[in-house]
């Protein structure tokens, strides 16, 4: 493919991309259609007017200019030309060392054109063809052990199925590796560590002992990625500059995930934040991305909401801008899980009912991304969309009952079944539910400290306390109560965040005040649930449900005074349940009015 040619497909796909026609683009370039069509189909080279205004329109951050065929500046007949009386000799004509041409590897010209052009299709969101061109750039590499490592790690940026372990990809890096050891160039050095950065997040991706490589559980991961960050930090230290910022930030972001689940949520806002100003230095649009999601999952999750949403704002300017369907995708994602924390649940129900599906499926059979990422999200915002609406029954009458089900590796989907079955009357289904995974998992010993564990054991929580509330098996709870709150306890300060992000389940310490009025501690339940408060009480469908738990705990303190507390807890949760239709809360709520013990 030559230059002109490559030109030509990198505005074709951006223009499809921003959802644009080619006579919708000719209009914002004031060029005629003809002539864009020729240049699109690369049958005549663009000027640098010409591809100055396409990257405008098209919102791509100068990689269109990067494209620019060096040479003469063609001649643009006045029939074809610009239409708006432009000089055609106004366009700068910087050489191609005047800054905006990407500069070479070294590894030669079709090894060059193949990357970025899978950078292209990347950033756009568009994986799976991604990956075929880093693939067709590590074949150009020949026997060139540091061209295909270069390939390896773009290629290692693409999404794996949640849960699962790629092994292909793992095979890979560690026969670069291999093939990199014993150098200590800066070129190698940086090589090496973002190939063992990304082995580290790979490795880490296993939820348990049946998706983990052979001889390495995601422990091994969490391990590997504390090593290669205390590698970057020392290297830094004693030879400043010695990594380039891109290659920084390819590290920060791979350990950061192989961290995920084994490291505090504030260590990890740490990381977020230095990756953050990192990616806007390097000038790196595909970092800036990650940045921004990883930042908002992190703030999120840490308790600070309002620095959160302030992110995510920041994102939709990125997402705009970028024209990516992953953008797109991430973006309606947060925006739908903040309209989820908010309340807002007829907005969340547009996206989640409607648009999400068929974004997906588009993505889906254009093989942009693995299928499961986004089947995953989608049906984990409809679940959490139905529990806090009442409807969950509505799932044993759908399809998506079989999406839980045969999702039953990912620990948090069988916590998720047992509270579905809890919050539709199958008491004992659930219990059944509990018992299994509590054995399978050695009375919920084995999860990791953060991460997946946390959203599980605050769903596990709700399973159990529900249980407890409306059947006999009180003392067999007691048994799963220890090992839940030592987890949830240790969270205290966080907010749970289920999926990577797909949905907030509420303040850590407000599962913690559960577990406690299941062990018969309604005091201690008491002073998690007012720390629980403090994260949430900006939000009123958290906040309906923390007053409704905290009107249980006051009614087990057996003190009369605090039966009327109770009582106006209750009302005043069964209103807010009522004005924002959580049909299930306000039942709830009223149940515990019409109480004896209420009464």
């Not at 091994?220 to 004693?238: D, I, K, P, V, Y």
């Not at 995510?312 to 899980?337: C, M, P």
Request: hydrophobic share 40%.
């Amino acid at each position: 493919m030559t230059p002109q040619e490559e030109f030509a497909e990198a505005l074709r796909v951006r223009r499809e991309a921003a959802g644009l026609s080619l006579a919708e683009l000719a209009r914002r370039v004031h060029y005629s259609k003809s002539y864009l069509s020729r240049v699109e189909n690369g049958l005549r080279p663009p000027g640098r007017l010409l591809a100055e205004r396409c990257d405008a329109a098209l919102r791509a951050d100068g990689a269109l200019l990067a494209l620019l065929p060096s040479g003469p500046e063609p001649l643009e007949p006045g029939s074809d030309g610009p239409r708006d009386g432009t000089p055609r000799d106004s366009a700068r004509r910087d050489g191609p060392d005047g800054g905006d041409r990407p500069r070479p590897s070294g590894y030669g010209a079709e090894f060059d054109q193949h990357i970025r052009r899978g950078d292209t299709r990347h950033l756009l969101g568009e994986m799976y063809e991604a990956g075929r061109h880093y693939q067709a750039a590590y074949e150009a590499a020949g026997g060139d052990e540091r061209a295909r490592a270069h390939a390896v790690v773009r290629s290692a940026r693409r999404w794996s199925d949640p849960g699962q372990v790629d092994r292909d990809l793992l095979f890979r890096i560690d026969a670069c590796l291999a093939a990199l050891a014993g150098h200590d160039d800066p070129p190698a050095v940086a090589l090496r560590l973002q190939l063992t950065a990304h082995r580290a997040k790979k490795l880490a991706m296993a939820i348990g002992y049946d998706t983990a490589m052979a001889g390495a559980e995601p422990r091994t991961g969490a391990r590997l990625a504390r090593q290669t960050l205390a590698e970057l930090r020392e290297t830094g230290r004693r030879t400043p500059g010695r990594i380039g910022d891109e290659a920084r930030c390819e590290v920060l972001t791979e350990t950061r995930w192989a961290l995920y689940d084994f490291a505090p949520a504030r260590e990890l806002l740490a990381l977020s934040s230095e990756l953050r100003d990192l990616a806007v230095r390097s000038h790196s649009a595909y970092f800036q991305g990650e940045a921004l999601v990883a930042l908002a999952i992190d703030q999120l999750r840490t308790g600070r909401v309002p620095a959160a949403e302030a992110t995510v704002n920041v994102h939709r300017e990125y997402a705009a801008r970028h024209r990516s369907r992953l953008a797109h995708w991430q973006q309606r994602t947060l925006d739908a899980l903040m309209s989820l924390w908010r309340g807002e649940f007829t907005a969340a129900a547009r996206w989640i009912l409607g648009e999400a599906d068929e974004v997906a499926a588009a993505m889906e059979n254009g093989l942009s991304m693995p299928a499961d990422a986004l089947g995953q999200t989608v049906l984990g915002q409809e679940f959490w969309l139905r529990y806090e609406q009442g409807r969950l029954g509505e799932l044993f009458a759908s399809p998506r009952m079989a999406g839980v089900q045969q999702r039953g590796y990912f620990p948090v989907w069988r916590a998720g079944l047992a509270l579905a079955l809890c919050e539709t009357g199958r008491h004992e289904q659930a219990a059944d539910q509990l018992r299994a995974f509590a054995d399978d998992t050695d009375g919920f010993t084995r999860f990791p400290p953060s991460g997946w564990a946390l959203p599980t054991a605050a769903v596990l929580a709700q399973v159990c306390a529900g249980l407890a509330e409306r059947t006999g098996h009180r003392a067999e709870l007691s048994a799963y109560v220890p090992p839940l709150r030592a987890l949830l306890d240790a969270h205290g300060d966080e907010v749970v965040l289920a999926g990577w992000p797909t949905v907030l389940l509420g303040p850590a310490a407000r599962f913690s005040g559960l577990l406690a009025l299941v062990a018969g501690e309604p005091e201690t339940a008491l002073a998690h649930l007012g720390r629980a408060v403090r994260l949430a009480q900006r939000y009123p469908a958290q906040m309906a449900r923390l007053r409704l738990d905290e009107a249980r705990a006051r009614l087990r303190t057996g003190s009369p005074a605090a039966r009327a507390t109770a009582h106006e807890l209750a009302r005043t949760a069964l209103g807010t349940a009522e004005e924002l239709g959580m049909a299930g809360l306000a039942r709830d709520c009223r149940e515990l009015l019409t109480s004896p013990a209420a009464r």
